[in-house]
């Protein structure tokens, strides 16, 4: 029997709705909302409309929010902009939306930033705290993928856990997050060059898949019953849509849903609930929770 079809839109949703719960009882104790910074540079489409999207949000939830625009900027001049946002007692978030331009050191933008006010997760403090199993803001997309799994009841303690993807966004926060206490997966972390890659990943039981490649994991790599989280989005050509592409994830839909027990699809598995962590993130930063 095909695998349960995990709604990223619907979980996701219902974590938007309990932001604006909290954000509209922090503004009712007094509170001022909870103030987003975004700064985008370069004209990427993909970058540009998914901060649109972060932007509508962010409304939707309570969050105020802006987006500093720059067709083009240099790396000091970005540097500058991170010291404002960190001075100003008004802004709680700071997003730097990634990938930036060749020109700009992105680990030097990153460094930059204040870690209490990183809701991306990418500080070197932030990532230290996740890696010791301390709390601090965690990657919006790792985050949500645990959300995922825990609003979906799928049991983690003792399991094993495959990621494949090693990346500093997705794969090593996801491994460090899956081994926290109280989670207790035990996990193995894959990558391109991993040796016998679809013997290890048929014994996970719940496989993560980041690797960034269309539909990389196949139906032979994924044992019976397994959890199928697929991270990845891919445009494929396919002369029969409008667009000319369609959107597949880094998993074989379709034939590996025969084998899972649930699984997330591409588009509106994982996706969404990046921007729904985001929000999370943001409204932590202005309360203070992870503050060092």
């Given amino acids: ?46 970058s540009a409309a998914y901060v649109r999207g972060k932007t509508v949000a962010a409304a939707e939830a309570g969050i105020r929010s802006d987006t500093i625009i720059y067709d083009d900027v240099s790396e000091d001049r970005l540097l500058e902009i991170v010291h404002q946002l960190n001075e100003d007692d008004a802004v709680d978030g700071i997003l730097v939306q990634l990938p930036l331009p060749d020109h700009v050191n992105e680990s030097r933008v990153i460094h930059a930033m204040d870690p209490n006010k990183d809701v991306d997760g990418f500080h070197p403090q ?56 109280g989670i207790d997966a035990t996990v193995t972390t894959c990558h391109s060059r991993t040796r016998n890659l679809p013997e290890i990943s048929r014994q996970a039981d719940i496989l993560i898949a980041a690797i960034g490649r269309a539909e990389f994991v196949t139906a032979d790599m994924v044992k019976d019953g397994a959890v199928v989280i697929d991270v990845g ?47 999370k993130n943001t409204l932590a930063a202005a309360r203070g929770d992870y503050r060092l």
Avoid: C
């Fill in 126 to 181: 932030n990532v230290g705290r996740l890696s010791i199993g301390e709390s601090g803001f965690v990657s919006a997309t790792p985050a949500g993928i645990m959300e995922m799994l825990r609003r979906s009841e799928i049991q983690t303690e003792g399991r094993h856990a495959v990621v494949i993807g090693r990346s500093n966004i997705v794969g090593r926060p996801v491994s460090s997050l899956l081994l926290r206490r």
């Fill in 1 to 46: 029997m095909p695998g349960h079809i995990i709604d990223g839109k619907a979980i996701a949703a219902a974590v938007r709705a309990d932001v604006r719960r909290d954000v509209d009882a922090w503004t009712a104790a007094g509170n001022r909302p909870p103030y987003l910074a975004v700064v985008l540079v370069g004209d990427d489409p993909a």
């Fill in 233 to 279: 989005i891919n445009r494929v050509e396919d002369n029969t849509r409008e667009r000319g592409y369609r959107l597949v994830g880094d998993v074989a839909f379709e034939s590996v849903r025969k084998h899972s027990s649930a699984i997330t699809p591409v588009p509106g598995g994982v996706g969404p609930m990046t921007i729904a962590m985001l929000l």
